[in-house]
């Protein structure tokens, strides 16, 4: 038997490595693989050997939890989990921060000034370390075991040591008094250290139930009621109730349930989530309808023809959640060195205590004590543990004033690789919106009287472009005349009269059918408009074409410039669009992009950029629309327009509140420094830790007597972490261009 | 536009799902109903053209009886 489980608790990849390699060796177990990043377990079993509540009860053992049950089951149970463990992570840094604050401003401002403050900074450290920071030591107690260490056990470590020592200092002075030697305490430095590493934790979960609303928010483009047809009746059902083969009544202004066929009446449909296409698409009889998008104009019977998880809308959902878990975690700068520092730190500080007990003078034991203690304190990675939350808010903040929002600290940390740009055409390379573009009259027409016409006309009609034309008449201060009569003629256009005389509003198709003239200039017109991806609307007078009208999705003005700009930094651009060749061939030239695919669906874009990233690119994705949702998931970086759909901007680590693609190499520019600025941070916070260990273990003793003074210690340990927090500021006044 | 009525052996709620698929994909039916209530079980069609035949079919394809009442 092979099933997938979520799992509950784990908190980073060596909890996932624990789980395998506890659950493999168990009998019955054939093979184990756990996915990390979607907190998720793939088992294969023999169920008569080993049952799976056996295999529960084993992942209990090691601090997790197997959630078992039905997918959507577990899929709640699972989220209410993993919101109660974000809302207890946020507790435990409340508490921590009110608790540390106090104890920071006793050591660093009024050392001496307040009776008994050891005492009182030590109960104010106690629910610090045993309620906020539990966590580090258990985690670090398990990892012992296994001989392993991470950031955990430093941190365990450093504060373990650091409070302990205190402890002692502030329960029995008089021992090293006596001795000549101060009983200085460090409880700012324990509890600083697990506060700053719960708030970095709890940026990162917040970031990875972002995930989730994402998905969320495409759920929701599922109706809860629906109107069907059955037997004969109409009934409002749920939206689970929808039967395949069902007739299912839309009205205008309703999302579509399923995908279907249309068996009665026309509409016009958005559909724009699916094909990006930004004018709604005509709907008559036999046309397919998508789930998810959203019936403008007039009502429709449709067939439901695929249900559930067959829609196109449900496949997206599932690509989307695929693209989401299967990102790599970005191995953690500071997890990796804390790797190989803390056996190094560990193992000076056994040498230290070795060196001074057998050749040190007396009193050699105490000596052997305080000198590796000295040493584990100033290994505190207090400075390390600020050198990228510090860095890394900066560049948010500075990237949130240019409006460029960045939602996950990792595309900031990824944003300077970028070698591949992928553009959505609609509404990221161009505005989105139909707009009239061109409007040109025969030498011989009284242009205001028909612009008056045409106005009045295009206000009865409920056609997309129509609305188009209506809104550029008004920039342009038409008024209205009263038309006798209107007919629309579904799929070509309409016809109205006024005062007695026929006047045809439409397509090519309408005037052939109609058999009205074309002038050859205003034909030649039309024909150099549609090579430049314009769609072409003729006004006709009695019998003649009068006007031409061309209506496009027009480039943004900053496309060409931000796209030249984008190539000179040496990033290769492709443009996909769900449009048809000749529109996405007209705007690719435009804009200067060689690379450009026509007539992608969603799945494909996502499949483009997966395909792009297994040839070893970085590749960044910039649209706004749902149909770009799997792909903007899939990106190493992905950008969404401030002006697109939300679910865009969920599943995209940028927004650009400008909608302005001059941001996107602003956001590089911005990524490249902030990582510089993270580099030079992790150099200034060992340089302090590089010198000062030595002399904690004593180095100099043999040469002038000189043992670390725990006072220099600690600012030694402060100006590591005043340099870096200073060097972070620095950040801010950087120019970005 | 006609109305036509066919004495059928559909007879319960989830036989009319059965045939529910195949009548509503027939391109020349408006509005169907099957009386449940009546003995013969009527099935009532209104039927845009001549082609009473392809109700029959259809019926017959998804494993019912059926017959048009004259």
Known sequence: MKEE????????????????????????????????????????????????????????????????????????????LEAKRLATLKKKLIFAAIFSVPIFIMSMFLMGKIPYENWIMMALALPVLFYSGAEFYTIAWKRLKSFSTNMDTLVALSTGIAFLFSV?????????????????????????????????????????????????????????????????????????????????????????????????????????????????????????????????????????TKIG??????????????????????????????????????GLAVVTFVLWYFLGPDPSITYALLTPITVLIIACPCALGLATPTALMVGIGKGAQQGILIKDAQALETAYKIDTLILDKTGTITEGKPKVTDLIWDKNAVSTELEKVVFAIESESEHPIAEAIVAHLKTIDTESVPIDSFTSITGLGAE??????????????????????????????????????????????????????????????????????????????????????????????????????????????????????????????AGDGINDSHALAQADVGIAMGSGTDIAMESAGITLMHSDLKQISKAIQLSKATMKTIKQNLFWAFIYNLI???????????????????????????????????????????NIN | MTIVKYKTNIHCGSCIKSVTPVLNNLDNIDLWKVDLEHDDKILEVTIDDEDKNSVVEAVKSAGFEIEEIQ
């Open chain 1, 692 to 734: 000062a260990i030595p002399i904690a273990a004593g180095a100099l003793y043999p040469i002038n007597g000189f043992l670390l003074n725990p006072m220099i210690a600690g600012a030694a340990m402060s100006m590591s972490s005043i340099s870096v927090l200073s060097n972070s500021l620095r950040l801010k006044n950087k």
């Open chain 1, 168 to 304: 002692f200092n502030t329960v029995n002075p008089q021992y090293f008094l006596s001795k000549g030697l101060v009983p200085h305490v460090y409880f700012e430095s324990a509890v600083i250290i697990i506060t700053l590493i719960l708030l970095g934790r709890f940026f990162e979960e917040k970031a990875k139930s972002k995930t989730s609303s994402a998905i969320k928010k495409l759920m929701g483009l599922k109706p809860k009621k629906v109107t069907a047809i059955r037997n004969g009746e109409e009934k409002v059902i749920s939206y689970d109730e929808i039967l395949k083969g069902e007739l299912i009544i839309l009205k205008p202004g309703d999302k579509i349930p399923v995908d279907g066929k249309v068996k009665k009446g026309t509409s016009f449909i958005d559909e724009s989530m699916i094909s990006g296409e930004p004018i709604p698409v005509e709907k008559m009889k036999g046309s397919n309808v998508f789930a998810g998008t959203i019936n403008q104009k007039g009502s429709l019977r449709i067939i439901a």
């Open chain 1, 5 to 80: 489980y979520k799992v509950a608790g784990m908190t980073c990849a060596s909890c996932a490595i624990s789980i395998e390699s506890y659950l493999k060796p168990q009998e019955g177990v054939i093979d184990i693989a756990v996915n990390y990043p979607n907190q998720s377990v793939t088992i294969s079993y023999d169920e008569n050997i080993i049952p799976l509540e056996t295999i529960g009860n084993k992942v209990k053992e090691i601090g997790f939890k197997l959630i078992l049950g039905t997918k959507e089951d577990t899929k709640k149970e699972f989220e209410a």
């Open chain 1, 496 to 621: 109205a009269t006024y005062k007695n005389e026929l006047y045809r509003i439409g397509n090519e198709s309408l005037m052939i059918q109609k058999e009205i003239t074309i002038p050859t200039q205003l034909s030649v017109k039309a024909n150099s408009l549609k090579s430049e991806a314009k769609t072409v609307v003729y006004v006709a007078h009695k019998n003649t074409v009068v006007g031409i009208i061309a209506v496009a999705d027009k480039v943004k003005e900053t496309t060409l410039a931000a796209i030249e700009k984008l190539q000179q930094m040496g990033i290769e651009i492709h443009m996909l669009t769900g449009d048809n060749e000749q529109t996405a061939k007209a705007i690719a030239n435009k804009v200067g992009i060689k690379n450009y695919q026509a007539n992608v669906m969603p799945a494909d874009k996502g499949a483009f950029v997966k395909e792009l990233q297994a040839q070893g690119k970085v590749v960044a994705m």
């Open chain 1, 309 to 346: 998880d067959e829609t196109l809308l449900s496949q997206i959902i599932r690509l989307v959640e695929e693209a989401q878990s299967s990102k790599p975690t970005i191995q953690k700068l500071a997890d990796k060195i804390a790797g190989i520092f803390v056996p190094i730190v560990i």
